[in-house]
């Protein structure tokens, strides 16, 4: 059972705060006996937040964030839904929630990046971008100097996040083949992005991983960008062989956003 050392870090700010108050909430939920996989996304960025916020709270949330990367592995080929930022799993018929929105009257929703006045999307927004949500290309191809870029899109092709990965080059130490890679996410939506992803040997014929789920989330920790964010970080991984070239592999794209935000939309001249 996940458990979550609130109780000894401090609270740096309101918002961590906040941040510690609704991770509580989920761990309570799992607790209760609740699938801990549509939560995962949610929660890494809430711990992330907190442990990014001062030195002593990171120590602290270190080993709970360990764990929660140990799960995103496992819960990797789950069918289960995400949570809204209320803690409510959105509707699973997503052909009948754009038509529940018509019906309410419903504003148009974009979660593009913006400075505006923003409020969350409701549920039925919500299954409705999920449904939409794709890696454009799903994988793409690198090679050592080489780089390799996927983007986020949603239903319409709008960019959301783009992930870009730089391979400068192997290490050899005797037998132990070590590749250094340099990643750029740069977030453009108004949401909280968790990534998942892995590099497949290309002369496999069954997708074999040659540098894990479990490899990939060690490197994004503490470094998956925030609405409207760019971050830039380092990963290293111990290769079996002496690959020519791997293939770049995100995955789980209805997973990857979570408390998405629209721009408020004023009642123009004459709205009742």
């Known amino acids: 059972m996940l458990a979550v050392a609130l109780g000894s870090a401090p609270v740096a700010s309101a918002g961590d705060l906040e941040d510690a108050q609704r991770t509580m909430e989920i761990t309570q939920k799992l607790q209760d006996g609740a699938d801990p996989c549509p939560y995962l996304p949610e929660l890494r960025a809430l711990m992330n937040r907190m442990a990014n916020s001062n030195p002593v709270v990171y120590e602290a949330l270190k080993p709970e964030l360990d764990e929660v990367?140990?799960?995103?592995?496992?819960?990797?080929?789950s069918s289960s839904q995400s949570p809204d930022q209320n803690g409510n799993a959105p509707p699973r018929d997503d052909a009948a929630a754009a038509p529940k929105a018509a019906e309410t009257g419903a504003a148009a929703f974009d979660v593009r990046y913006s400075g505006r006045e923003t409020r969350s999307l409701t549920d039925e927004e919500f299954a409705k971008l999920r449904s939409g949500l794709r890696y454009d290309p799903p994988t793409a191809a690198i090679a050592p100097g080489g780089?390799?870029?996927?983007?986020?899109?949603?239903s319409d092709g709008s960019a959301l996040v783009t992930v870009t990965v730089r391979w400068p080059g192997?290490?050899?130490?005797?037998?132990?083949?070590?590749?250094n890679?340099?990643?750029?996410?740069?977030?453009s939506s108004n949401c909280l992005f968790s990534s998942n992803a892995s590099f497949l040997d290309p002369s496999s014929a069954i997708n074999a991983q040659a540098i894990s789920f479990a490899a990939w989330s060690g490197w994004v920790t503490l470094h998956e960008p925030s609405r409207g964010e760019t971050t830039n970080f380092d990963g290293a991984a111990t290769l079996g062989s002496q690959y020519p070239s791997l293939v770049f592999r995100p995955d789980q794209a209805g997973y990857s956003l979570t408390q998405c935000r629209t721009p408020i939309v004023e009642p123009g001249p004459g709205s009742p």
């Open 69 to 77: 990367n140990g799960l995103d592995v496992s819960c990797a080929a």
């Open 147 to 154: 780089s390799a870029t996927t983007v986020l899109k949603e």
């Open 181 to 187: 890679f340099h990643v750029t996410m740069q977030n």
């Open 170 to 179: 192997v290490v050899r130490n005797g037998a132990i083949i070590t590749a």
